[in-house]
């Protein structure tokens, strides 16, 4: 054997000894022209049809084939012989077909043209099963011979290899036929299950999953674990592209994983230090993670879902009785089918048991402090995705301490993966916590892993920060610790946050810790360019304090000038323009920054200062005023810089990047105190021009509707419907509860009708109950209640109560009991009005009665308070003017009420802040006599970025003693929500009077 291939081993003998790359190649270029010129010596020799030498031995040809292939493999061009390849492909002889494969799978592509000429041959050796030679024999079925196994596996290895088009298209089906055939060996089965995997990941769509699940059925039923582990693979290929086809397989699955866990039911040969076949366990579980609904909905334990109940005990074991062991290779293979049992897990979620979510963390939570780095790093990735299930965040919180040690761990890989869990499991309850602990690690930490820390360290101080002023220390801690890992994204987005939140002193607060920051010589570039922008913005909101006046400001700035890049000072330059603008004494130590810098070789800086140095002679003050006033608010995008940031540096399923993406309750407090709050300055009130309050106002434009029902019933002889002198009494109790919490709506000898109602943002709560007061049991009892289309409305209560349009008799109230109505609501758009409730039921005697009522669900039930400064209240103010966001009205009060004093207006203040849900702002009027208030009116509905609509509101209510009179006024985006807002103010005011 050794002297038939003395020829192949001397080849490789020279290459290997060559001592320069130059070397080598010669000897390649020499060997490449002797084989070329022996497959075609010229000269009069005549090729054979296919192109082939059939001058050539079979050693020979054998011998150059493998010369190719070993050049081919060192990286050398080869592009020639394919003639012999496809001669040795159709050779009968297993020893020449053996060569002529692996040098097809090697040297050819399936778009190779002479690629159709081996198409037929490779067809032939997959579906034919002649005797074939081995050696230089006939053909014989006694030992001379072996069957077509070997072949057919040669033939599926190389078409998996070359997978073109053309020769998939062709192929496939004969793949699929073997793979199913009753005749293949286990052998084929298993070359067969992974060629056509490789095929489809070619050809996406080449399988219809539901034609072929009933085919894999009958494999998943074959006992050769071999084969079952190559199916496996094959159909986790196919189930990740067409998933709902392959979900009837569920129970087959779980059959298979059942045998293996609970019976230990595995061939000797497939067992892997006493665990049976891990790698087929591990391809199980893989294709259960991908039908996260598999046991929604299933009561498990009950019948009728019995692979339900196998599976949850399948899991159950493995998860609490894999034991520790000695055999580092049987604790990974043990510790390999464990993650991924709490991978399904996972991927289950809250459809998952919740002692199965906690015993995963229990167990997670130990193996993160073991030694083994491989075991930690695993444990900490796997339990950033469980802790992302609602409801098991607060079991990995518990093991926050040895997360933080792991930080400090020697690798690299673990310190990430901890950076990660601590992130995911950071909320409002440990968040300084955390930032704080990773602030103080940032100091010590290694520079591969600050600027993600820095990263995650912002997102995190934004997403929690209750006080944002706790927000702008710690980005300023992250400048002074690790200022040149601190990218522009993340002080971009402090200007950001320190813009668009004027209420409070944050502006100020930022102001001031900036100008003491840079007020020392020596601090980072990056201090410098906040400073710069936040002093030239709102550095007149410290201007006043002493040591902090404008030229104050210009000298803590301009002392960094020499200092800082191009780019910094283009960011003063603009900060110096308008310190000049606001005090006249900066004006004197500006200009001769700008005349110097006029000439500078930056572009941007010499054309900033030529541009500003020149403002004043080229425009009019009033331009120049409005040229260079603060910056308008900054548009909030559906995910901010540092968000996207992290998307590309950790991909889309990474547990941080979906943390991140997901608002927290400080985000969407934050956003909706930032929704668009309006206002504008008001004249004393005309007492010559008050006209009277309307009766309707009770209930808004609603009541005279209302009254319209109440006609058409008492004008039916055969209903009974609301006396008239019940209706003031109606008003007054619809009134009270717009703006309380609870109470009785509708009262009179037969009914009493009760409502408890609470909000939260756009959603509401209202339970509403029906008493019986008659001496006998109320029969046919329904209630109907509208459903505007600017409610979304779920209705739930007592059977038979709720009328819902098919004709159903209601249900009977004995004598004192009560029925139960509950309303679960949420608001999609601003209303004036609101919805009707139609009560209907008969008395023993056989009267029927109808009551027309309104539920107290009005627009300041969702409102939220939002609390303002004075300035920022008349800035909201005044850019809200025009007819249709102010709704106005002047109400004198009844002749009967004590009048206005200062207790009055206590009540008054206390109807603004707990009735109507709006935040006081104290200090807007110098005068007692007037009581503002800011709230964002709340909704369900959704803009084009996801975020939700919600609608900035403001009122004003104005006393005049003298005339008993008020004013009110309400100033909203939205014409609805003015008009709302006011009437409901006009009557709760009204009956504080009374």
């Known amino acids: 054997m050794s002297s038939q291939a003395r020829g192949l081993n001397n080849f490789i003998t020279d290459l290997r000894n060559a001592k320069s790359k130059e070397e080598e190649s010669s000897r390649i270029e020499v060997e490449l022209a002797k084989i070329r010129k022996k497959f075609n010596p010229g000269g009069g020799t005549k090729l054979a049809a296919d192109g082939s030498n059939p001058s050539l031995s079979s050693y020979q040809r054998k011998k150059y084939i493998w010369k190719l292939v070993y050049i081919h493999v060192l990286g050398y061009e080869v592009d020639f012989g394919h003639a012999e390849v496809l001669a040795l492909v159709r050779s009968k002889k297993y020893g020449e077909k053996s060569v002529g494969y692996v040098a097809l799978s090697l040297l050819l592509r399936g778009s190779d043209p002479v690629m159709g000429g081996v198409i037929d041959t490779i067809k032939k050796d997959l579906t034919m099963a002649p005797m074939i030679k081995v050696g230089g024999g006939k053909s014989s079925s006694k030992g001379g011979g072996v069957k077509n196994d070997a072949t057919q596996c040669l033939a599926l290895c190389s078409l998996a290899n070359i997978s073109g088009l053309e020769l998939i298209q062709a192929m496939h089906v004969e793949v699929q036929h073997i793979l199913v055939s009753k005749g293949s060996t286990e052998q084929v089965k298993k070359k067969a299950a992974l060629c056509l995997l490789r095929l489809t990941r070619t050809s996406p769509n080449l399988i219809s999953g539901r034609i072929f699940a009933p085919h894999v059925v009958q494999l998943l039923q074959d006992k050769h674990l071999g084969v079952l582990t190559s199916v496996m693979s094959l159909l986790n290929g196919l189930a990740s592209q067409q998933t709902e086809e392959y979900g009837v397989l569920i129970p087959n699955i779980v059959h298979i994983l059942s045998v293996l866990v609970l019976k230990k039911d595995c061939a000797r040969e497939y067992l892997y230090y006493r665990t049976p076949s891990p790698w087929l366990q591990i391809k199980l579980l893989k294709f259960l993670q991908l039908y996260p609904d598999a046991i929604e909905g299933h009561d498990i334990g009950m019948g009728g879902n019995d692979h339900v109940g196998q599976l949850i005990n399948v899991v159950t ?91 400090k761990d020697a690798d690299i890989s673990v310190r990430r993966r ?93 102001a001031a810790t900036l100008f003491l920051a840079v007020s020392t010589h020596r601090c980072h570039e990056t201090t410098v360019r906040v400073a710069a922008y936040i002093l030239g913005e709102f550095g007149f909101l410290i201007a006043e304090r002493p040591g902090m006046s404008g030229e104050e400001q210009f000298h803590v700035l301009h002392q960094h000038w020499y200092n800082v890049d191009t780019q910094t ?315 249709d966001r102010e709704c106005q009205e002047v109400m004198r009060l009844p002749p009967n009420s004590s009048g206005i004093d200062e207790e009055y207006m ?67 985006l939205h014409p609805l929500c003015s008009k709302a807002i006011k009437n409901v103010s006009l009557v709760s005011i009204k009956l504080a009077a009374l």
């Not at 030694?371 to 950033?384: D, F, H, K, V």
């Not at 992130?423 to 591969?448: G, K």
């Not at 200022?483 to 950001?496: A, F, L, N, T």
């Not at 003693?961 to 100033?971: E, L």
Request: hydrophobic content about 40%.
């Open 317 to 407: 074991r493995i998860m609490f009785e894999t034991e520790v062991s000695d055999s580092i290779n049987k604790s990974n293979a043990d510790h390999a089918i464990l993650f991924e049992a709490v991978n399904l897990i996972v991927a289950w979620g809250t459809t998952c048991p919740p002692e199965m979510r906690e015993g995963a963390m229990n167990i997670l939570g130990k193996f993160i402090s073991v030694r083994e780095p491989n075991i930690r790093y695993l444990g900490l990735s796997t339990m950033a995705q469980l802790a992302q299930i609602d409801g098991s965040v607060e079991g990995a919180k518990k093991h926050q301490a040895t997360v933080l040690v792991s930080l």
């Open 906 to 972: 206590s009540r008054v203040s206390n109807i603004i802040v707990n009735g109507l849900k709006f935040g006081r702002c104290e200090g807007v009027d110098p005068t007692p006599w007037t009581v503002s208030g800011a709230a964002t009116f709340r909704t369900g509905a959704k803009d084009v970025n996801g975020n939700n609509i919600n609608v900035g509101c403001l009122v004003r209510v104005e006393a005049n003693p003298k005339a008993n009179a008020f004013r009110v006024t309400t100033r909203t």
């Open 569 to 883: 000072r283009s960011i003063l330059i603009s900060s110096y323009a308008k310190l000049a603008n606001l005090y006249e004494e900066c004006r004197p130590l500006v200009a001769p920054v700008f005349a110097k810098s006029k000439n500078s070789v930056d572009v941007e800086v010499q054309q900033r200062c030529a541009e500003y140095a020149s403002m004043r002679e080229a425009f009019s003050p009033e331009a120049v005023e409005d040229l260079l006033r603060e910056m308008p608010p900054f548009e909030d995008k559906r995910r901010s810089a540092l968000e996207l940031r992290l998307l590309e540096t950790e991909g889309e399923n990474s547990a941080a990047v979906t943390k991140a993406s997901t608002p927290s309750e400080v985000e969407q407090q934050r956003a909706m105190l930032n929704a668009q709050m309006m206002d504008e300055g008001m004249a004393p009130i005309d007492e010559q021009e008050e006209p009277e309050l309307e009766e309707e106002m009770a209930d808004g434009a609603a009541e005279a509707a209302e009254d319209e029902k109440i006609a058409a019933v008492e004008a039916n002889p055969t209903l009974v419907g609301i006396p008239k002198d019940l209706i003031p009494a109606m008003r007054k109790a619809f009134s009270n509860l717009c703006t309380s919490p609870s109470g009785v709506l509708f009262e009179n000898a037969m009914l009493q009708v009760g409502v408890k109602h609470e909000y939260v943002g756009a959603q509401g709560r209202i339970s509403v109950f029906f008493g019986n007061l008659h001496a006998t049991a109320l029969h046919n009892f329904k209630v109907k209640v509208d459903q505007p289309d600017h409610l979304r409305v779920q209705m739930q209560g007592t059977q038979g109560l709720i009328d819902d349009g098919e004709g159903d008799e209601g249900c009977s109230i004995e004598n004192k009991t009560q029925a139960k109505m509950l309303l679960l609501v949420e608001v999609t758009a601003p209303f004036d009005d609101a919805p009707s409730m139609r009560i209907t039921f008969e008395t023993e005697e056989g009267e029927r009665h109808d009551y027309p009522l309104r539920l107290p669900l009005v627009a300041t039930c969702f409102m939220e308070p939002v609390n303002l400064d004075p300035g920022a209240f008349m800035q909201r103010w005044k850019s809200l003017e025009g007819q």
């Open 418 to 510: 901890a950076l990660d869990l601590l992130f995911v499991i950071c909320d409002t309850d440990n968040a300084e916590r955390i930032v704080d602990e990773l602030v103080a690690h940032l100091v010590v930490a290694d520079a591969s892993i600050r600027e993600e820390m820095v990263l995650k360290i912002a997102i995190l101080a934004e997403k929690y920060a209750t006080d944002l002023r706790w927000y702008v220390d710690t980005i300023l801690k992250l400048i002074s610790i690790s200022g040149d890992y601190v990218s522009d994204p993340i002080w971009h987005r402090v200007v950001q946050i320190v813009t668009n939140h004027p209420q409070g002193d944050l502006q100020g607060y930022a």
